[in-house]
């Protein structure tokens, strides 16, 4: 899948796939009992001891479809959804309100820097290394 | 803070809400004075694992001290059996942190992986292994507090009680000395008990055994719902390799005990209380629940049971209350009183917990709404 790049102004139909993502995302979290058992895991968290990092955090905020930059400091590797006793999907949200928070245009300048790089030179330093590969993937 | 984020620090596991008016964490222990003489009102949070209430703030009244970038730890001394840590120290963390020595601090709440060692004293936590070693505070040397003024001063034994186990109502426990037992090699058995009156049999042979370290209850559904057989089953742990349950066959068994009550939770039976009760007035509590389906597990070796309550039994927490105290029983045997548990403080109990408030917590500041 060819990664959306962060766009200034988001057009209505983004907004409404915005919207209709950040719903999936509260109902992931729908359950989530707050126990907290999920920072125990989290690599961020052991650094940074900041809770919004956490994925009681995520959870918090992303139930009540806040969207904040905090997303971007996860590194997706699932650790708390071994922990979770409710086995929350907890990666999948992170990732579908990193979605909506890059069609609301408010993406980090740093990955959007990274796309154009990779989109003109193929690798994400921006500096000519070689042929263009002929389609670009990312995660 | 940005105001978004601070949603993230207005709740405890209780599912209890606040906002918060303001969010700090420090990280060290002149940034806590300097935060407590600037505000007028603190809710102090640890790992905010809290199931009473006790870390959420009043709502835009309230800014939230979270100690959690508190966490050095210092002066290990093997000899004396002696640690110095800051409060926001997660115990599984010091409990790694000491294995490499040969020691350990032996209360061991189930949340121990998050929950910090400010929040053990606050609460003056039990683990499933107060048979043997009791509360936190029994494991204190000294800690030191920062008073409403941003005064710290340390308090020893005689002054400890009024800190540990008050919820921080009284003050912001900034670090503390512990003591230390050596790391033993534990191993555990799963007893099966057919009735409710066998179980205070079970139990108090059990008691008689001095490497026995923890004796668990866990009623017919949970043992169900865990993969057990559908009836009453005990988790004993032994300081010996008594058990049949030894090293990573042990380490799961505990691991599955840990995670009873998210699990149960995850089924809607989300509050959870912790009544405190003589052992032979169990079977009448326990009956008293299984009439109403309200499932139950705790450490029976020191009395304190977790019945766990949906939305629609929450309704009985009160006549339950009024149960507990018929059979002589206390209404928090660990998680403290917090918001949550207010109305049931008795008057006396009440009464000697304002004075205490009111010679430590002159400017009224700390945890304002809580416990009293
Ligand atoms: C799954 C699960 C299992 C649990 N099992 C147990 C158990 O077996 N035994 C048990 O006793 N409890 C248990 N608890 C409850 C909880 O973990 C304990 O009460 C724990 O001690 C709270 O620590 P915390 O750091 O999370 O404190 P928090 O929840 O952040 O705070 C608890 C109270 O202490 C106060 N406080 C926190 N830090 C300080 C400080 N530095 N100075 C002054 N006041 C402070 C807060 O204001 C609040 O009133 C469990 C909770 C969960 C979610
Ligand atoms: S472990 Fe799961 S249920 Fe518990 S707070 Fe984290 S996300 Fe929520
Ligand atoms: S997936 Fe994200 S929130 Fe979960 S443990 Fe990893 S870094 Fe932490």
């Excluded at chain 2, 809400?17 to 964490?25: A, E, M, R, S």
């Excluded at chain 2, 997660?90 to 929040?119: A, N, Q």
């Excluded at chain 2, 865990?226 to 066959?249: P, V």
Aim: with cysteine; net charge positive.
């Amino acid at each position: 899948m060819v990664t959306k790049t962060t766009k200034p102004i988001p057009s209505k139909t983004d907004k409404i796939e915005a919207g209709n993502l950040m719903e999936e995302v509260a109902e992931i979290f729908e359950n989530c009992i707050q126990c907290g058992m999920c920072k125990s895991i989290c690599p961020v968290f052991k650094i940074l001891k900041e809770e919004r990092v956490s994925a009681r955090g995520h959870a918090i905020l992303l139930s009540k479809k806040i969207l904040d930059k905090a997303l971007f400091e996860c590194t997706l590797c699932k650790a708390c959804e071994q922990k979770c006793p409710l086995d929350l999907k907890i990666c999948d949200a992170v990732r579908k309100g990193r979605e909506a928070l890059v069609l609301k245009g408010k993406g980090l300048k740093s990955n959007e820097e990274m796309i154009t790089n990779i989109r003109k030179t193929g690798n994400p330093f921006g500096k000519n290394i070689g042929d263009n590969p002929e389609k670009l993937y990312c995660c | 803070m940005n105001k978004n984020l601070m949603n993230v620090y207005g709740v405890d596991a209780s599912k209890m809400k606040g906002t918060p008016l303001d969010v700090f964490l420090p990280e060290t222990i002149d940034e806590v004075k300097r935060i407590v003489t600037t505000n007028k009102r603190i809710c102090i949070r640890g790992g905010a694992t809290g199931l009473a209430g006790g870390a959420v703030p009043e709502n835009n009244v309230d800014v939230i001290l979270d100690m959690s970038k508190l966490d050095k730890i210092s002066n290990l001394s093997g000899e004396h059996r002696l640690v110095e840590i800051e409060a926001g120290v997660i115990l599984d963390d010091l409990r790694e942190y000491l294995y490499e020595f040969g020691l350990e601090f032996p209360v061991k709440p189930s949340s121990h992986m998050v929950c910090t060692i400010g929040g053990m004293i606050a609460t003056d936590a039990v683990g499933n292994r107060a048979i043997k070693y009791g509360k936190t505070s029994h494991w204190i040397k000294w800690v030191e507090v920062i008073d409403c003024n941003g005064k710290l001063e340390r308090k020893g034994i005689t002054e400890l009680s009024d800190y540990a186990g008050l919820e921080g109502i009284t003050g912001v426990i900034v670090r503390a000395c512990l003591k230390l037992s050596s790391v033993k090699t534990r191993t555990a058995s799963l007893v099966k008990v057919g009735d409710l009156d066998d179980i205070v049999a079970t139990v108090r042979e059990y008691k008689r055994n001095t490497s026995v370290s923890m004796i668990e209850f866990l009623d017919k559904g949970i043992s169900k719902k865990i993969g057990l057989e559908d009836t009453y089953h005990l988790i004993i742990e032994y300081e010996d390799d008594s058990g049949k349950f030894k090293g990573r066959d042990y380490d799961k068994l505990l691991a599955k005990r840990d995670e009873v009550y998210p699990l149960i939770a995850s089924d809607g039976f989300v509050r959870i209380e912790d009544p405190k009760i003589m052992l032979d007035k169990f079977p009448k509590l326990m009956r008293w629940l299984e009439d109403r389906k309200i499932p139950t597990f705790g450490h029976i070796g020191v009395g304190i049971i977790h019945p766990c309550f949906d939305y629609n039994q929450e309704k009985c927490i009160p006549e339950m209350m009024k149960v507990v105290k018929r059979l002589g029983g206390a209404i928090s045997g660990e998680h403290g009183i917090g918001i949550l548990k207010k109305a049931f403080v008795e008057f006396n109990d009440k009464k000697i917990l304002e004075n205490v408030k009111k010679r430590t917590d002159t400017l009224s500041k700390f945890n304002m709404g809580k416990v009293i």
